[in-house]
């Protein structure tokens, strides 16, 4: 479910800019992401029926990848269209609740910050941890400070089974402690939604792990 190098793709519409959402998804896709994430917020964010048919699209898109599809967050939404997959933050709804209400069907990411937090989101039934973040990052307007890559390392010690998924400023250029700290994957915003040429960036992200564009 998550064979390193995991390459997460992460966006909502607060992230595409002047891009067309569903034409930049297709070239992270056709370059090779594992994993895509739809998480919808901020002002301006769609909502209800808008962000269901939005979220359906997306949903379409990756399975036409073999993409697994994820929600953040929005655990009805999620129920509502059959993702794949949800991940919830520390301050959104418990993961025991929500590991209660999807069961096995659905693949459940919780965001971490230490051991504890690993500890209990691992006995709630989480299936990866999301850590971050580890560098600076201008997506997440309530980030809390850079952590490096110390935290991964503790938590991979102490639960080498749980996959891990770095976030926050990732690169192609700075992904080498991460993979060495022994993450599965990183996921990624702005070094996909601001690349040039999108399809490349994704293939250089992937490479990272080999150290070939490090
Ligand atoms: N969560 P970028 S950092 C969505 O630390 C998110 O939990 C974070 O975007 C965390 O790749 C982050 O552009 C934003 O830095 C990641």
């Known amino acids: 479910m998550f064979t390193r190098p995991a390459v997460y793709f992460i966006f909502g519409t607060a992230n ?12 992270a896709l056709k370059g090779g992401v594992s994993h895509f994430q739809l998480r ?3 002002l301006g964010a769609l909502t209800g029926q808008a962000l269901k048919e939005f979220a359906l699209q997306c949903q379409i898109l990756c399975h036409s990848y073999n ?3 994820i929600v953040n967050d929005d655990v009805d939404l999620a129920c509502d269209i059959g ?5 919830i933050g520390q301050e959104d709804t418990a993961a025991s609740a929500v590991k209660a209400r999807i069961g096995d069907k659905m693949i459940l990411g919780v965001s971490v910050h230490s051991l504890e937090e ?3 989101a691992i006995s709630d039934g989480a ?8 560098y600076g990052t201008k997506s997440k307007s ?3 400070d850079p952590s490096g890559v110390a935290k991964i390392i503790l938590v991979k010690a102490g639960f080498p089974k749980t996959p891990v998924i770095a976030i926050g400023g990732i690169t192609a250029s700075n992904a080498g402690p991460v993979w060495k700290a022994g993450a599965e994957g990183i996921a990624v915003i702005s070094a996909v ?10 293939k250089r992200l992937t490479a990272s792990y080999e150290g070939e564009y490090v």
């Open 142 to 144: 309530d980030a809390k």
């Open 16 to 27: 595409t800019g002047q891009k067309d959402p569903f034409q930049l998804l297709e070239e």
């Open 40 to 42: 919808e917020k901020g």
């Open 193 to 202: 939604t601001e690349a040039e040429n999108v399809q490349e960036e994704v």
């Open 67 to 69: 993409v697994p599809f």
């Open 83 to 87: 993702a794949d997959g949800i991940h």
């Open 127 to 134: 299936d990866y941890l999301g850590m971050g973040p580890v």
């Open 118 to 120: 690993a500890e209990r």
